[in-house]
C-alpha cells in the first residue's frame, strides 16, 4: 500500500535539516529576534543546545517565554539541584538486561537503537544517559535475547531517536527483528519528525508498510505550536499509509501547565490523526527541577480537561516508578463538579 499523497520534500532533506541544527545561543537569539541579556541563559550547559530550524521556525519572535523555546534553551536554572532530583530516578541501568536493551515491563522490549537526537530537549529524562555504555557494535546479542524469549511480542524501538539513523541501517534492524516469529508489533518512539517533519519520506514509509510486523509510532509533542503545515502533512501521509499514530507529552511547567495548553494540544493532533497516549509527569532527573509540576496540579489539570473533551482525546495521566509492571496511572479520584447547567433537562 502506498500513501496516497506524496510528500513535498525530497528523500534526504531531513538530513539537510539535521546538519545545520542550531547549536549555538546567540544564532538563536538573533533569528528570533531577541536579545541575550533578557535570556537566563547558561554559555556552558553540560548538556548543548540543538534544534533544528524547522523547528526553531514555529518559535514566536521576540517571545522570551515562547513554550518551544523553552523546551530547547539552555537555562541557568539546570545548575539547580534540589533534595530529590537524581541522574538515574528511573532506575533503567537496572533494568538494562545489557547494552542497549532495556525491559521494564512483561511482553515488550526497548531497544536504545541510536544514541542522538535531532533535538536537545531540555527536560529529558535520558539527558543524562549513559550512552557509551549502551553502545554496541552489533545488534546481534539483543536480537538473540529477543530469540530466545517467546514472551517479547513487540520491540520498541527508542533512544535517543531511532529515526536519526539513515533508512538503510533502520531497515536491517527492522529486517532482522522480523525474522522473529513470536514480535508481531514494532513500536517507535519518535521525536524527530515532531522536529524535523521532512523525515517522514517516502522510503521510510514504504519499509513501516513493507514489514510483517504491525507498525506503530508514537510521536512526542508537547504543545499545539509544535504542529504546523509540514507536520500536518507528515502525520497525514503516515495516517494514510495506515500506521497507527499516538502521542506522548510531558507536563512541563511554563510549557504546557495549564488546561488551555493540553486541550489545544489534544485537539491539534486529532486534526492530524494522532491520538493522546500518555501525559508524563516529569522524572525528578537532575538539571530539570525548573519544569517541574507537582502531582497535586497534575491532577487538577487532568480533572479540568476530562471536564472538556471527549474521553479518546484525554491522554492517560502517568508516571514512572521503578520496579512497577507498568508505567503506574495517576488517576483522578475528584472530578471538579459538573456546572448545573449542563445537568439540566431540557
Ligand atoms: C514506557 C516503556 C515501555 C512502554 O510502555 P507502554 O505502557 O506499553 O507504552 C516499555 N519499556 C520501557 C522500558 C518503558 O520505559
Ligand atoms: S527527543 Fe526524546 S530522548 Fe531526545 S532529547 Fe528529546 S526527550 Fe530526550
Same mark, same amino acid.
Request: overall charge neutral; proline content about 9%; charged content about 20%.
Given at each position: ?13 531531513w ?10 545561543v546567540e544564532?538563536?537569539?538573533n ?10 541563559w547558561d ?10 530550524m524547522?523547528?526553531v ?9 515562547d513554550p518551544?523555546l523553552?523546551?530547547v ?21 537496572s ?15 526497548l531497544?536504545?537503537?541510536a544514541?542522538? =537526537?535531532a ?10 544517559? *549513559? /550512552?557509551?555504555? #549502551?553502545?554496541? +557494535?552489533?545488534t ?5 535475547h ?14 535517543g ?12 534492524l ?8 513470536h ?6 518512539h519518535?521525536?524527530?519528525?515532531v ?9 521510510l514509509i514504504?519499509m513501516?508498510?513493507?514489514t ?7 510521536a ?13 502533512v ?28 493540553? =486541550? ?11 491520538l *493522546? /497516549?500518555y501525559? #508524563?509527569?516529569p +522524572? ?6 525548573h ?18 473533551l ?5 491522554p ?9 509492571p507498568?508505567?503506574?496511572l495517576?488517576?483522578?479520584a ?13
Open positions: 500500500m502506498i500513501p496516497s499523497i506524496p510528500v513535498p520534500w525530497q528523500a534526504k532533506a538530513q539537510t535539516e539535521l546538519s545545520r541544527a542550531i547549536t549555538d544564532d538563536l537569539a533569528i528570533l529576534g531577541l536579545s541575550l541579556d533578557d535570556m537566563d554559555p556552558n550547559p553540560t548538556f548543548p543546545m540543538r534544534v533544528p524547522p523547528y521556525s514555529r518559535m514566536r519572535c521576540g517571545d522570551r517565554s518551544l523553552r523546551q534553551l539552555p537555562e541557568l536554572a539546570e545548575k539547580n539541584s534540589p533534595l530529590g532530583f537524581e541522574s538515574d530516578p528511573l532506575q533503567e541501568t533494568a538494562t538486561l545489557f547494552p542497549g536493551l532495556v525491559q521494564k515491563y512483561r511482553g515488550r522490549v531497544i536504545i537503537a544514541e542522538n =537526537c533535538v536537545n530537549c531540555r527536560y529529558c529524562f535520558r539527558r543524562n544517559f *549513559p /550512552y557509551a555504555y #549502551h553502545r554496541h +557494535d552489533s546481534f546479542p539483543m536480537l538473540e529477543i530469540r530466545d524469549d517467546p514472551s517479547i511480542h513487540e520491540v520498541i524501538l527508542s533512544g531517536d531511532p529515526l536519526i539513523m539513515p533508512d538503510a541501517r533502520l531497515n536491517n527492522v529486517e532482522s527483528i522480523e525474522q522473529i516469529p514480535v508481531k508489533r514494532l513500536r517507535i519518535t521525536r524527530l519528525p522536529v524535523i517533519p521532512q523525515r517522514i519520506s517516502e522510503p514504504e513501516l508498510v513493507n510483517r510486523l504491525r507498525t506503530l509510532i508514537v512526542h509533542f508537547n504543545h499545539a505550536n509544535e504542529i504546523d503545515d509540514h507536520v500536518a507528515a502525520f497525514t501521509v503516515l495516517r494514510q499509509a495506515g500506521i497507527p499514530l499516538l502521542n506522548q507529552s510531558v507536563l512541563l511547567a511554563g510549557v504546557n501547565d495549564n488546561v488551555e495548553s493540553l =486541550c489545544s494540544l489534544s485537539e491539534a493532533l486529532f486534526e492530524v490523526g494522532i *493522546p /497516549y501525559l #508524563h509527569l +522524572d525528578r532527573v537532575t538539571g530539570t527541577s519544569f517541574h509540576v507537582d502531582i497535586d496540579t497534575a491532577l487538577r489539570l487532568h480533572g479540568s480537561i476530562q471536564g472538556k471527549p474521553g479518546y482525546l484525554v492517560k495521566l502517568v508516571q514512572e516508578v521503578p520496579g512497577r507498568a508505567k503506574e495517576i488517576a483522578s475528584s472530578l471538579p463538579p459538573t456546572s448545573p447547567r449542563i445537568n439540566a433537562r431540557g
